[in-house]
């Protein structure tokens, strides 16, 4: 890679090159893993202007209504567009500074299109070889077995893409961009061309991908409830400025959360399967600072996963009702109240150990309650999804 | 009815002239239309004009312009005189070259058509699996405008066949040299050999009809295959 970007390169390109190749090396050594994203970008009718410091591991969902940016913000990243000024430093290398610009083609990364992107002219195999022919060889690459096995693609191998469904054809695009052997996974909302069913189809793959595969991944989405499943960390993204960033978690259980989530808002919490009742088909989940039960959902003792509590879940009372159907019914404290007067509506924080849940309730409940912060109070949980 | 040796002399230099000139337009007008096909430039306009300038004009026109160009006092025949090549007009090679810029846009727009169909997302994609822009060329548009590709041949094979007022006025009537089909036809109808002209005539006409029924068909296969494969 160095030597072909020697005889393309003029001499100043080449030393910046080396240099970026040491600091990758330095870089592993240290195991700093972030990736920085400066750009500012205008065009006609948008402007794009970010100063990101995104973990280097796990999967990062950038999200935001259409027309935030995601997809300008993913392919500046990629090298699809050069904006105007920009920084980019993806686990120590240097894929943009100054009037250095990596092309596209030389950057290792892996690109999901939101629609059907395999070569029409090849089979679906022949799509896989493309990017196997010219994967970066300095990666473990994955195995090709592995990659068909995961994504569950070996039957369909030899036909071509107008014989594939749109699920098919979206989980062959996944199994061509983890071929190419990526230090950077960029999906730009894989699932938005497809119908409900068919995402149902594909999550669980991206799913066992992310917990396989120790790829970092930025996943553009509109859909809280992908991003709920699958993020470990958030940009949240309001036209062309990052106005939320952090952790998936603490993003979703702030009151402020700058984009509106309506019927969708809740939080996520990780959790750990600590008993299963064979009786009554249920199952005991620990978070940090108290339990769940849900319905059983087969998984087994010991495993970590994340529930999704969703705010219009979670009805609020001062004491603790013996005689309800509800099967969770935690003790917390109460913390921020955020009051939608024009909704009559309300949302408010509840602390429950180490972990924050999100209720809605209407301003006449938090008056006949007398809400105030630090009240001691009793969450009444609905229902609880478990994501995965 | 039968063909005589200067008919056959003339079919064989038709279909070298056509070869030629076919095979050097598919390397000058693929870079130009993929230019056409891809620049912003203010220059793609005019240009564009340019290209199709041949389908307007009368060939009576560009042959007087390129008789004067390529003559010993124009500037491209200064230049071939200078190089010690002698002059163009009246020669196979001065048809070639006159024949090259009258087939131009036969050869340019097809393939400018199916660059434009393809869009940018094909060539994203290669580049995000690491193709360079060479590779991208060869492994994704070509084979993704073939029929483009086959079409330019086509029309600018049969229309270098076809043509008659630039040979007259560039080319001249030497056989062997410059005595293409259309130019012996001509002469067949001069000389009153109504039953020579026929013969010629008719294999002419049954060229063009085969060649126009090749490109419909190709084309109508493909737009069949590509309803078919919107699954």
Redesign the interface.
Known sequence: MVTTAGQQLPAWGVALEQRVQSWAGAASVNSSKSIKACFQLRQADFELDVDLQLPGRGVTAIFGHSGSGKTTLLRCIAGLQKPRQGALEVNGDTWQAGNYWLPAHRRPLGYVFQEASLFPHLTAMGNLQYARQRADQSMPVVAFDHVVELLGIGALLDRPPDRLSGGERQRVAIARALLIAPRLLLMDEPLASLDMNRRREILPYLEQLKSELDIPMLYVSHSPDEVARLADHLVALDRGRAVAVGPLEEALARLDFPIRLGEETGVVLSARVVERDPQWKLTRMEFAGGHLWTRDSGHRLGEALRVRVLARDISLATRHHQDSSILNILQGRVGEIATDEAHGVAMVQIHIGESVLVARVTLRSVDHLQLARGDNIWAQIKSVAVLS | MGLSGDDITAIWLTLKLASVVTLLLLLLATPLAWWLARSRSWWKGPISAVVALPLVLPPTVLGFYLLLAMGPEGPVGKLTLALGLGTLPFTFWGLVVASMLYSLPFVVQPLQNAMEALGE??L??????????L??FL??VL??TRSGFLTATILGFAHTVGEFGVVLMIGGNIPGATRVISVQLYDHVEALEYGQAHGLAAAMLLFSFLVLMMVYGYHRRAAVARL????
């Open positions: 997302r094909p994203e994609v290669a580049a995000t699996l690491r193709a360079g822009p590779d991208r492994t994704v084979p993704l078919g494969g919107g699954a």
